[in-house]
């Protein structure tokens, strides 16, 4: 599985929009990106998914180069409430849809 | 929550002793999992299923071991807790089948080993 590597922390104001930014050079030709939010004392939850190019709904954009190498979460206008911890993830194909999860990047949002 | 439920959601053990956490679906999805997660630390998977009886380990198995009787049920037993053992635990299910990464978490369970 490709290692992936995001920043630690990241601070914002409300209303602004918040991209983070998660890198993963070896990632194989069928390995998918996914986002996960997790908030203090409870599971992670799904944000979005890709494989190529740009993937939008109702929470996130995902926008992924063509060499795939990155990736970009983008959060448009965050509120205090999407202060969490955000994790990207490199997932292959098979292998019960494994997730490894790294450290992630604790957002904070403030007034 | 797509209908997960774990149990208990807290609980205090001794070293040495055999404990059983399970996780309970409603939906008969095929795929299930547990993970640990440590202050400071993503979520590691201990152990998966993909059906009933079908079982696989995941990056940190040793010390644990888990059981699917039915498709409803996955239950994951420290057969002798010691205190590194002392995480928060969480059960996980996959909606989607192969292709798809969307997985839904329950609410996790607290496990202290004193």
């Known amino acids: 599985l490709a290692k992936t590597t995001q920043p630690i922390s990241m601070d914002s104001y409300e209303g602004q929009e918040v991209n983070i930014t998660c890198s993963h050079n070896n990632i194989a030709t069928n390995d998918y990106i996914t986002w996960y939010q997790q908030f203090p004392s409870q599971g992670p939850r799904f944000i979005i998914q890709?494989?190529?190019t740009k993937v939008t709904n109702e929470v996130a954009s995902l926008f992924i180069p063509a060499d795939r190498k990155s990736s970009t979460l983008s959060l448009p206008r965050v509120s205090l409430s999407d202060t969490a911890v955000y994790y990207c993830?490199?997932?292959?194909?098979?292998?019960?849809?494994?997730?490894?999860f790294g450290t992630g990047t604790q957002l904070k949002v403030e007034l | 929550d797509a209908g997960i439920t774990q149990s208990p959601r807290h609980k205090v053990t001794e070293t040495g002793t055999p404990v059983t956490l399970r996780c309970h679906q409603t939906?008969?999805?095929?795929?299930m999992y547990w993970y640990r997660q440590d202050p400071g630390h993503g979520l590691r998977l201990i152990h998966y299923?993909?059906?009933?009886?079908?079982?696989d380990k995941g990056e940190v198995s040793d010390g644990y071991s888990v059981s699917r009787s039915k498709t409803e049920d996955f239950l994951l037993t420290l057969e002798s807790a010691t205190s590194s053992q002392t995480s928060v635990y969480f059960c996980?299910?996959?909606?989607?089948?192969?292709?798809?990464?969307?997985?839904?978490f329950g609410p996790g369970t607290r496990l202290t080993v004193t």
């Open positions: 890709g494989y190529k």
């Open positions: 939906e008969n999805h095929r795929y």
């Open positions: 299923s993909y059906g009933v009886k079908d079982t």
């Open positions: 993830l490199v997932v292959g194909t098979g292998g019960g849809n494994k997730l490894t």
């Open positions: 996980a299910i996959s909606t989607n089948g192969a292709g798809s990464y969307e997985q839904y």
